[in-house]
T-cell receptor, first 115, second 115 residues
Framework: AQSVAQPEDQVNVAEGNPLTVKCTYS??????LFWYVQYPNRGLQFLLK??????LVKGSYGFEAEFNKSQTSFHLKKPSALVSDSALYFC?????????????FGTGTRLLVSP | EAGVAQSPRYKIIEKRQSVAFWCNPI?????LYWYQQILGQGPKLLIQ????????DSQLPKDRFSAERLKGVDSTLKIQPAKLEDSAVYLC?????????????FGPGTRLTVL
């Protein structure tokens, strides 16, 4: 069965600095990887996904993520953090094997960007 | 384009009472999902519909939870009777198709508190 690990409960970064939110995964087939962001009292908003192709994926709000097959990682990055980026971030994985596969989420990483 | 709509946004009930949640997916989306998000955890899939048929309900506690998607559009999720451990946010999501690479778009969620 597929699984996701987000090793950091919280990441703190100063505004203007680069940020990284870590994610590692485990699947039996090819991974389909997703990042979502959740603001207080709101649902999850889609940021980006990796299905195939270029290992560097660009998404919404200036975020990008790098797929690393050898390290089974899909870290979320942004070159310059904004205070408004403060939120809860979820990594999710779906097995690319044929047939229905569940989307499995990590436990989330809270990002705090200080002014 | 309108997003996924859910109601109510908040619900407080006592244990052993019943409750129902409603979801209207993005227009034209064939696949609808219900997730349960317990505080401090990532969302967990409860049930997936493809049009009005159930694709997977393996994690739905069928002794107390039920869901339907009549006419392949709106969906309702019911809990009867509720337990304290059902306190969570219930998220509805939809995707255009049912492929494992399809992006799921989430509604704002219903926060259920069981007293």
């Amino acid at each position: 069965a597929q699984s996701v690990a987000q090793p950091e409960d919280q990441v703190n970064v100063a505004e203007g600095n680069p940020l990284t939110v870590k994610c590692t995964y485990s699947v039996s087939g090819n991974p389909y990887l997703f990042w979502y962001v959740q603001y207080p009292n709101r649902g999850l908003q889609f940021l980006l996904k990796y299905i195939t192709g270029d290992n560097l994926v660009k998404g919404s709000y200036g975020f990008e993520a790098e797929f690393n097959k050898s390290q089974t990682s899909f870290h979320l990055k942004k070159p310059s953090a904004l205070v408004s980026d403060s939120a809860l971030y979820f990594c999710a994985v779906r097995d690319g094997n044929t047939g229905f596969q569940k989307l499995v989420f990590g436990t989330g990483t809270r990002l705090l960007v200080s002014p | 384009e309108a997003g996924v709509a859910q109601s109510p946004r908040y619900k407080i009930i006592e244990k052993r009472q019943s409750v129902a949640f409603w979801c209207n997916p993005i227009s034209g989306h064939a696949t609808l999902y219900w997730y349960q998000q317990i505080l401090g955890q990532g969302p967990k899939l409860l049930i997936q519909f493809q049009n009005n048929g159930v694709v997977d309900d393996s994690q739905l506690p069928k002794d107390r939870f039920s869901a339907e998607r009549l006419k392949g559009v709106d969906s309702t999720l019911k809990i009867q009777p509720a337990k304290l451990e059902d306190s969570a946010v219930y998220l509805c999501a939809s995707s255009l198709d049912w492929g494992n690479s399809d992006t799921q778009y989430f509604g704002p969620g219903t926060r259920l508190t069981v007293l």
